[in-house]
């Protein structure tokens, strides 16, 4: 389920009408759905009954605080890829003590603050980072809680920008090589306290295969480092793909509940049915990281039709977002699914949907048809809510957009427009 449909022929989230937002608080603008990122939650951990387990939200998919704090209350963890993320968690009311760290690249500063807020673990991406953590903790007098990201060297079948599970990919440690990382860090690393052991195959995934395989490759490795060492959990990582072709439609029949294939690529309940009993009876605690499933179908990016362009070729719709407020097309070839505020009759027109920014790579679509909206209209680009925001940029000297959190029938800007005077508020 996700909370955007046509009542009464215009598009609303909740029970709010996103024409309204659009006039009320201008375009570009971020809107998101907490009924929706409630009920995303929900049903991942109830697909997990049966398992000891915790949801540790991938906060990089959507940082925001109004978001991260209807997480914090519904007790989520936190998956934390950097110092301001903590910040941020710490800040909308999350608890630091369900924290895990990843990331290829922390710094001394990031290590000591994750430290002196006691997180529960530090996700770690090589042997040069445990002997420096190592090291930092012993520095300040801290054990530091701690786990190897294996890299399974699984194929995940998605993008080549967002797999990570490869042994081509920059991120964890070679399979083959854990068990004597283990060992040495227990015998020559006196500030670690090996707690767990950790996986992250990549992102969008959309079939059910790559998780089973990662899962069963390494419950063996999981279960004789929890013999030898002790650990007490495995985090079994994010990645679980999202509908972004159709996702309005998808959303009104509940796309993880529909039957064919292509409408529900992977459900939350097949992913539970899959590997709950693989995992149930390990004696580990099971820590999930979903960033995209819980947010993604949760927002939409609405923008305005500024001009229409006719060339000899193609026809051009020029909005007023670009890749800076929303980079997923340009960047990973993202598919954004664009519908007008005012439900559409069932004509079509081919255009290219792109946005102001002198770049040939801004555009959210070519040669697609779409239900025709003239300039001065306001269009949402679905799925908007995992991986936009917290990439849009400054590029071009343009404003962040404003990001508002629907509940109900109540609207709450969780983050006003910037002004011209922010863009240069920094700069001496
Ligand atoms: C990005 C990331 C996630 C979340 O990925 P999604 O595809 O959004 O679920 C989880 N864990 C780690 C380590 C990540 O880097």
């Not at 996700?123 to 903790?137: D, F, P, T």
Request: charged fraction near 20%.
């Amino acid at each position: 389920m996700h909370g955007f449909a046509y009542q009464n022929g215009s598009l609303h989230c909740e029970q709010v009408d996103l024409q309204a937002l659009a006039t009320e608080h201008g375009t570009p603008l971020y809107v998101y759905s907490a009924g929706t990122i409630r009920d995303h939650f929900t049903r991942l951990d109830e697909a997990m009954h049966g398992v000891d387990h915790e949801v540790a939200y991938a906060v990089k998919a959507n940082s925001n605080l109004g978001v991260l704090r209807l997480l914090a209350g519904l007790g989520a963890g936190f998956d934390i890829v950097s110092g301001g993320e903590l910040f941020r968690v710490i800040k909308a009311g999350g608890n630091p003590a369900k924290c895990t760290f990843a990331g290829v690249g922390k710094t001394r500063e990031e290590i000591e603050y994750a430290l002196q807020q006691g997180i529960y673990s530090f996700n770690v991406e090589s042997e040069e980072e445990l002997r420096y953590l190592n090291q930092v903790a012993g520095e300040l007098g801290l054990i530091a809680p701690a786990a190897v990201r294996v890299n399974p060297n699984v194929d995940a079948k998605t993008h080549k920008y967002i797999s990570t599970g490869k042994s081509e990919n920059k991120f964890g440690v070679d399979f083959e090589a854990i068990p004597a990382l283990y060992d040495r860090a227990a015998a020559e690393l006196p500030h670690i306290r090996l707690r767990g052991l950790q996986m992250h195959i990549g992102s969008q995934l959309t079939s059910i295969q790559p998780f089973i395989e990662a899962v069963e490759k390494v419950t063996p490795l999981a279960l004789s480092l929890k013999e030898k060492h002790g650990i007490e959990f495995w985090s079994i990582g994010g990645g679980i793909g999202i509908v972004y072709h159709d996702s309005l439609a998808a959303g009104d029949m509940h796309w993880w509940d529909a039957k064919s294939a292509e409408e529900r690529p992977l459900t939350l309940p097949q992913y539970g049915e899959a590997l709950v009993p693989r995992l149930r009876d390990l004696g580990l605690k099971i820590l999930l990281e979903p960033g995209r499933a819980i947010v993604g179908n949760a927002g939409v990016l609405l923008t305005r039709c500024l001009y229409e362009k006719k060339g000899t070729a193609k026809t051009f719709k020029i909005v007023d977002a670009g890749m800076n407020d929303l980079i997923r097309p340009a960047l990973y070839e993202g598919h954004h699914e664009i519908v007008p505020l005012t439900e559409p009759g069932s004509e079509r027109r081919k255009v290219d949907v792109v946005g102001p920014i002198c770049e040939s790579g801004d555009f959210f679509c070519q040669d697609r048809e779409l239900p025709d909206f003239q300039p001065g209209e306001t269009v949402a680009l679905m799925s908007a809510g995992a991986y936009g925001f917290v990439m849009a940029s400054n590029y071009n000297t343009r404003p962040l957009p404003a990001e508002i959190l629907v509940d109900g029938s109540t609207a709450s800007v969780v983050r006003r427009r910037q002004s011209l005077d922010d863009l240069i508020a920094a700069e001496l």
